[in-house]
């Protein structure tokens, strides 16, 4: 029996970089193409036919090629020749890339990011990718704080990182409506092979598609507000965003934007204030906003 590890280990770095390319864009997307490849890393077709061989000859049971559409698919029995780690895979696939070798980075003892809450499992977010970039309903089993687990019908369009956890954005057939699940409360995604009905579709999301326009100011308890300027970048002392309606209510509890009416919290940590507080009608869960009465 082959050595996986060994015999992957063994090869050229370089084509390593190209089989876990070839690895992370099954997992997580379903399928790869020889194109893909040669876009990604700009080698010939020769050299890609070579790399999807090696790929072949490590795992032969990950893809079966699509002659129609001329792709290889994942396969149901499919199993990572690399490990990839789900911190780098969500934020490289948020930042509209998912390449190379998805391993982690040595942490610097001059340059220390806030601690993480726990990631998702890579399993977990495969499913989740997998039935985003393909369009497809998954059953999910889900533990909810209020009724624990159970079996739910949901379309994903999205996977977010609200600053405190990674949610997916969803059509949850059970309700009729899109909402937001904790990617870490999964523990099991299976595919359900239909096509998607016009109401599921992520076009359809209105919270998501549309936009409102925030604007923050200093709180007015400050003496001195020029420091808060200068940590958003504020100019004549305000700073305006448009955020997705279904996300802005997250935004303002990350930093900490007091909502209330005349800016009353105190004691609480609050260094901004939102100054068009008629926004937070168009807002999807504004209730979440410090200061906020509903």
């Known amino acids: 029996m082959i050595d996986v590890t060994r015999e992957r280990d063994a090869l050229p770095h370089a084509q390593r970089e190209r089989l876990a390319f070839i690895d992370f864009s099954l ?3 379903g399928h790869v193409s020889r194109q893909e490849l040669i876009d990604r890393f700009a080698t010939g077709l020769a050299a890609s036919t070579r790399d999807f061989s090696a790929y072949k000859s490590l795992a032969p049971d990950n893809l079966t090629l699509d002659h129609h559409a001329k ?3 994942r396969n149901p029995a499919f199993k990572a020749v690399f490990s990839h780690n789900p911190e780098v895979i969500l934020n490289s696939l948020s930042m509209g890339f998912g390449d190379g070798i998805a391993t982690a980075v040595t942490p610097s003892s001059h340059c220390v990011n806030a601690v ?11 499913g989740l990718t997998r039935a985003i970039h393909n369009r497809y309903p998954i059953n999910v089993h889900y533990v909810s704080v209020t009724s624990g687990g159970k079996y739910r019908l949901i379309v994903p369009h999205a996977i977010v990182n609200n600053g405190h956890r990674w949610h ?5 057939v059970e309700t009729g409506t899109f909402r937001d699940f904790v990617c870490t409360r999964f523990t099991d995604i299976e595919p359900v092979s239909r096509e998607l009905a016009h109401k599921e579709l992520a076009e359809q999301d209105s919270a998501w598609q549309r936009t409102v326009s925030l604007t923050l100011i200093p709180h007015p308890s400050l003496s001195h507000s020029e420091a808060i300027e200068l940590d958003y970048g504020m100019e004549k002392g305000r700073k305006s965003l448009s ?3 279904a996300l802005a209510a997250y935004l303002l509890r990350y930093w900490q934007v007091d909502c209330s009416r005349g800016a009353k919290i105190t004691g609480q940590g609050c260094q901004l204030a939102l ?5 937070l009608e168009q807002i999807e869960n504004a209730h979440l906003a410090p200061g906020t009465s509903r």
């Open 27 to 29: 997992q997580y997307f």
């Open 71 to 73: 792709r290889y698919r």
């Open 116 to 126: 993480n809450l726990i990631h998702p499992k890579a399993e977990i977010i495969a």
């Open 168 to 172: 997916v954005r969803a059509f949850d």
């Open 243 to 245: 955020v997705r309606a």
């Open 275 to 279: 100054q068009n507080l008629d926004a």
